[in-house]
């Protein structure tokens, strides 16, 4: 991580804790919030697992203002279908996928473990999501995932 990076996880970090200040207007909040998501979107960092990394924090953040702040469907940070979206966007394996490499996983590469591990950091705020979606094609591929991700090292 270069200088750049390291300033901006600085600033992902304090303003997520701004964030959780509960003594602050909810508007602050969501502001503190977006400054967190929008320093994490920049940091790029260069090892293997930063991308999903960064893409378990946004999904993170996000569902704890929709869970705590409530969603807002005018800002598609706060959009619970957008995060549903995005959460399917950022899987690289398909479920079936998944599965099969989960029915033998001590016996991969460390790679492979590695990028079922990332699937499963990917898919932890689900179960506070698909209460949030309409019935439909993402929310059932989402409880699929609840299911799979149990299985994940």
């Not at 804790?17 to 207007?25: E, F, M, R, V, W």
């Not at 619970?80 to 399917?88: M, Q, R, V």
């Not at 499963?120 to 309409?134: G, Q, V």
């Amino acid at each position: 991580m270069d200088a750049r990076s390291w300033q901006l996880e600085a600033v992902r970090v304090v303003a997520q804790q701004h964030a959780y200040y509960s003594d602050q207007p909810q508007e602050a909040r969501r502001q503190w919030a977006k400054l967190s998501l929008l320093a994490n979107r920049r940091t790029h960092g260069d090892g293997p697992g930063d991308p999903a990394r960064e893409a378990q924090q946004d999904f993170m953040l996000r569902m704890w203002v929709i869970d705590r702040l409530g969603p807002d469907d005018k800002d598609p940070d706060w959009s619970p279908e957008k995060l549903a979206s995005d959460t399917l966007d950022a899987l690289a394996l398909t479920p079936p996928q998944a599965t099969a490499l989960a029915s033998h996983w001590r016996d991969l590469p460390i790679e492979q473990v590695r990028e079922l591990r990332q699937h499963k950091n990917l898919t932890a705020h689900l179960d506070r999501l698909t209460d949030r979606l309409r019935p439909g094609p993402t929310r059932d591929q989402l409880l699929l995932w609840t299911e799979i991700r149990r299985l994940l090292p």
